[in-house]
């Protein structure tokens, strides 16, 4: 059989019996002179009965001293636990070592206080936030059950939060929602309103639960906004161009035409007639080519992502190159996820525009200007860079600007075009000029 299990003293307990303790051996020697001394039975019996009380009465005093300030604070704890920081302790004083442990406890109270005051300012905030902003915020648990829902995720389900408060996502038609990619373009109707939505998901922790919070906001007519936006730059573009072209073949195709009415020709009006008939031809070329161009702009595909090894990429563009000697400098072999027929199109015309710079230089006397290519490993990423030793960029702004261009026969979509080889990649397209010298540098920026 186990033994029986014996209880232990509490606190008090042990607090009364060491007061007992200790005033045992006084008492004791008081009695023993008391009974065995000439006094008489009366005298022995009442001081006996004094000095027992006076014995009990103190230890019952000191046990008092030592539990009551521990009761005490035994209340105040547990207030704080309860939640209610008002209470505070009497006889707070730092110069006794008591009073030190009641005034940190008031001074706990003051800011287990101040910080829920500052909790509830900022939930109170957060609510009014999520309330008035206006984006469908939704809240639910591990459970897929709906937890928080705003005004604008009421407005979107028609449903006001009591009815849909609880309920599993794929009764309110969110379950799509909760799985795949977190963040993404979905097309959605929602008994409120219809339309394409951008939606973000993300997770966050609550009572140790996982939770996910999904953000759905509208983008039609953002969407809306933009394409009309595009479209009215498409069609001041395209005006443009057209009217630079137009104008001059009616102005030139009605002289030729008075010309051919007049029964009195010029003599040299052949000459005339060939000579109007080419700048036609030419206008309508250089329309032409401009079509042309913002066409193949509008149909660049999406890159075919394959291995490939960028030196002897670098080196078949820069075999293409025969203006003028294009330096490829000492760079670490390095392989790349990448679409090799547009990255090379893309390089082609960044050395394109720096061997035109540079030649532009060379020109004004400059002939040791050069072109430089070279590429280097970067954080997780590879920069292949060109830099020259031309003129530099003139108008920064304007770089990545369709149909922008200052040179007499460009077309104004090559940088454009490179900018969106890049960004299909994965990757950014930079060009800034030099700081110690004329020139530019071209920085392309790839995943690795």
């Known amino acids: 059989m186990p033994p029986p299990h014996r209880r232990r003293l509490t606190h008090d307990q042990l607090v009364l019996i060491y007061t007992l303790l200790a005033g045992l051996p006084a008492v004791l020697v008081s009695l023993g002179f008391l009974w065995f001394g000439d006094q008489s039975p009366k005298v022995q019996w009442t001081l006996t009965l004094v000095i027992g009380l006076f014995w009990f009465g103190f230890a019952l005093s000191v046990q008092g001293r030592v539990i009551r300030p521990l009761q005490t604070m035994a209340n105040l704890l547990s207030a704080l636990r309860e939640g209610d920081f008002a209470i505070r302790a009497r006889g707070a004083r730092r110069d006794e070592p008591l009073g030190d442990v009641m005034a940190e406890i008031n001074t706990l109270s003051r800011t287990l206080q101040e910080q829920r005051l500052s909790a509830l300012e900022a939930t109170t905030l957060l609510r009014t936030v999520m309330e008035e902003i206006n984006i469908a915020i939704f809240a639910f648990d591990a459970d897929r059950k709906l937890r928080l829902a705003n005004h604008a995720a009421q407005v979107l389900l028609r449903k006001p939060a009591e009815r849909i408060l609880g309920r599993d996502a794929a009764e309110i038609g969110l379950a799509d929602c909760l799985v795949g990619e977190p963040a993404r373009l979905l097309s959605l109707h929602f008994p409120g309103a219809s339309g394409r939505w951008g939606m973000r998901r993300s997770e966050f922790r609550e009572g140790g639960r996982p939770h996910q919070l999904v953000v759905i906001a509208d983008l039609s007519r953002t969407l809306r906004e933009e394409e009309l936006q595009a479209w009215q730059r498409i069609v001041r573009v395209l005006g443009h161009e057209l009217n630079n072209s137009l104008a001059p073949i009616k102005s030139i195709a009605g002289s030729l035409n008075t010309m051919l009415r007049s029964s009195r020709r010029p003599p040299d009006w052949e000459e005339d007639m060939r000579s109007g008939l080419d700048i036609i031809g030419a206008r309508a070329e250089s329309l032409a080519r401009f079509m042309h161009a913002y066409a193949r702009l509008a149909r660049l595909p999406q890159p075919t992502l394959a291995p490939a090894e ?45 061997v035109e710079a540079t030649l532009e230089q060379r020109a004004t006397g400059r002939a040791d200007a050069g072109v430089r290519l070279g590429w280097r490993r970067s954080q997780g990423a590879v920069d ?26 460009g077309s104004g979509i090559g940088l454009v075009l490179c900018r969106q080889i890049a960004e299909n990649h994965g990757g950014t397209l930079t060009l800034v000029n030099r700081d110690n010298a004329s020139g530019c540098i071209a920085t392309l920026r790839l995943p690795a």
Do not use: M, W, Y
């Open 310 to 354: 960028l030196r002897p990429l670098i080196h078949r563009v820069i075999a293409l190159e025969t203006r003028l000697h294009v330096n490829v400098l000492d760079s670490p072999d390095v392989s790349l996820a990448c679409d090799a027929a547009q990255l090379e199109q893309l390089v082609i015309n960044l050395v394109k525009n720096a």
């Open 384 to 409: 292949v860079f060109v830099e020259d030793d031309g003129p530099g960029i003139a108008q920064a702004t304007n770089l990545f600007v369709p149909f922008f261009t200052t040179k007499a026969e």
